[in-house]
Nanobody, 121 residues
């Protein structure tokens, strides 16, 4: 069993930066692919970034967001730069058993409670 706790969300202006962090409990953290997803009101949950065997980003965040992990500390982070109002959403950290970098949220085994990111124009 893995528990995930996100932190770092908030209200910022367009062009600002935020860094989200996700702390994972449990062992064998390095054996999980870790992803970030987001869900805006009235929309489906969408892929943002994943780090496992490879790193992938959604086209909408490529060049602005950076995902990283520290296996010694059981954490995964999402550095978000040049934020836009359309980045406003609840951001979720997720873990998938195995190192394959999968982008479909249905393939993830564990989820955090989410952290709100609001970008004003």
């Amino acid at each position: 069993q893995v528990q995930l706790v996100e932190s770092g969300g908030g209200l910022v202006q367009a062009g600002d930066s935020l860094r989200l962090s996700c702390a994972a409990s449990g062992r064998s953290f390095s054996g999980y692919a870790m992803g970030w997803f987001r869900q805006a009101p009235g929309k489906e949950r969408e892929f943002v970034a994943v780090i496992g065997s490879q790193i992938y980003y959604a086209d909408s965040v490529k060049g602005r967001f950076t995902i990283s992990r520290d296996n010694a500390k059981n954490t995964v982070s999402l550095q978000m730069n040049s934020l836009k109002p359309e980045d406003t959403a609840v951001y979720y950290c997720a873990a998938r058993i195995g190192i394959w970098s999968i982008t479909s949220p249905s393939q993830y085994n564990y989820w955090g409670q989410g952290t709100q990111v609001t970008v004003s124009s």
